[in-house]
């Protein structure tokens, strides 16, 4: 029995799936009788708690500050610091996204306390805590490490390495929490996005990504259209991305997004150590390469040994008609 936060990061006053599946973890290393609190910052925060309420979550702390709206490092850091304060947590969870792994870092250096980085198992040992196994030696090997005694114990868990579990009919509490004020040296004045937005590779189930199998970057289309078919964000090697084929954000890597999606399809991608390094846990990974010694095909739970040119229109076919019959 645990007192667990969580931090929920939210866009666009929606929460991020990555931190839904923070509360599920949570609510399981809490255990019976144990509570979990959730901080959400910013307008709007106590809308959250519908949704960390089902994913598990008995409190959200609501800090309704418009100066929440767009993420400063300082501030989210010594908010969340204060949060461990008030809710008097012996373990801190946050999502390992772009934002989490920032303001984990320096939340966990105010509190003088130690930090597990980018879990995919995480466990609460008897006698307190916390355990996390996390992949090193660029995705080669795992190791286990731990946080025995330092309170509170925190850690950023990878984006899609756990489930989000539901607890029908639950509701959390909404508590109104007021973080000290902290001037920052930087701020954000305004945020644009792109007029479309694109699935992000760092938290879609299912990836397909394409290689300088592709030859040409007109046919990054083959990808897209079979991305499109499964319900999944486009991703891309290294070498696609450098040579300005796609965007850097679609980059799956060592040196891009490290991603751990339900499914995983590599095309036209030899598998060089840097790019395994960001995908190989993927739960299930197909690849297909027309050459039969690629790399990729050492990691891959299906391989597909053929010409993407051939094979993609005829996968993406396939699957579209079994969509339309169910």
């Known amino acids: 029995m645990a007192t667990v936060l969580v931090l929920l990061e939210r866009r666009g006053g929606e929460l991020k799936r990555p931190s839904l599946q923070a509360v599920s973890v949570a609510r399981r290393l809490a255990g019976d009788g144990g509570r979990v609190d959730a901080l959400a910052l910013g307008d709007g925060a106590a809308g959250a708690a519908a949704a960390a309420g089902e994913a598990g979550a008995d409190r959200v702390l609501a800090a309704a500050d418009p100066g929440f709206d767009a993420y400063a490092p300082e501030t989210y850091a010594a908010a969340l610091a204060d949060a461990v304060r008030e809710s008097g947590c012996e373990i801190v969870l946050v999502a390992g ?15 003088t306390t130690g930090l597990l980085s980018d879990l995919v198992e995480v466990e609460r040992p008897a006698a307190g805590g916390l355990r996390g196994r996390r992949p ?11 946080v025995p005694e330092a309170r509170p114990a925190m850690a950023t868990l990878r984006p899609n390495a756990f ?14 929490f007021s973080p000290s004020a902290v001037t920052a040296r930087v701020a954000a004045t305004r945020i644009e996005t792109p007029p479309r937005q694109e699935l992000d590779v760092a938290e879609a189930s299912v990836i ?4 300088r199998g592709l030859k040409a970057p007109e046919h990054f289309s083959l990808v897209r259209d ?15 991305v450098d040579a300005g084929w796609i965007p850097h954000a679609h980059q799956v890597g060592q040196t891009g997004k490290v991603v751990s999606p339900s499914l995983y399809v590599a095309c036209g991608i030899s598998g060089a150590i840097q790019h ?8 299930v990974i197909v690849a297909i390469n027309k050459d039969a010694d690629a790399p990729i095909f050492k990691v891959a739970t299906y391989g597909i040994v053929g010409d993407v040119f051939e094979v993609l229109p005829k996968l993406t076919a396939e699957i579209a008609k079994i969509k339309a019959e169910s």
């Open 97 to 111: 996204t772009a934002m989490g792994r920032d303001v984990a870092a320096r939340a966990a250096a105010r509190l």
């Open 163 to 176: 489930a989000v579990v539901p607890v029908p009919g639950k509701a959390a509490e909404v508590v109104p």
């Open 136 to 146: 090193v030696y660029s995705g080669k090997a795992f190791a286990w490490e731990a």
């Open 226 to 240: 079979l991305a499109q078919a499964l319900g999944g964000a486009v991703g891309a090697s290294r070498a696609v």
């Open 208 to 211: 397909v990504s394409g290689g």
């Open 276 to 283: 395994l390094a960001g995908m190989s846990s993927s739960k």
